[in-house]
């Protein structure tokens, strides 16, 4: 229904914001990660949001990245997880860091956002293996190339191989740019070995 707004940031009370959009004032909840990445105000802001409906409310939730948007779709997918959980989870850590959790099932991390206990750090774990990106390509390297597949293909090859996801990802991350697959391979089992 509302997927962006541009307006002049008026209010800024967390997890709260106000835009005024051309005369008419949103109140927007967002996460603290969000939040920190906003001007001053009375500066243009564009956010891209979600609206949620209920049964007494109709609430605005706004976020800096389609990244960050996505993230908290499929968050609020998960049994038990609602847009304010959702938001709490956002707000503890960024959406790479979800990814990165998810990735390498590591429940402690997700533990650490309030709220989120040992039962509905393991679901979500579960819930969200392989979706918003929670896979390879979002976790390794940032100086990885969108079109570069090279990490992602090594990444299989070693769990072929019958190393475990975090042991591959430790791997990858630390081969250096501009190897082909082959070399990358070579060198991520070397760094194995040690």
Known sequence: MIGRLT???FDKTPPRIGLDVHGVGYE??????TFYALPELGAQVTLLTHLTVREDAHILFGFATAQERATFRELVKVSGIGARTALAVLSGMTAEELSQAITLQDPARL?????????TAERLLLEMKGKLGADLGHTLSPNATAGSNTQTDVMHALTA???SERESL??????????????????ALKGLSK
């Open 7 to 9: 307006g002049t940031l």
């Open 28 to 33: 927007i909840d967002v996460s603290m990660t």
């Open 111 to 119: 533990m650490r956002v309030p709220g989120i206990g040992k039962k």
């Open 161 to 163: 191989l019958g190393y």
């Open 170 to 187: 430790s791997a990858v991350k630390g081969l250096p740019e501009g190897l082909n697959i082959s070399d990358a391979i070579r060198q």
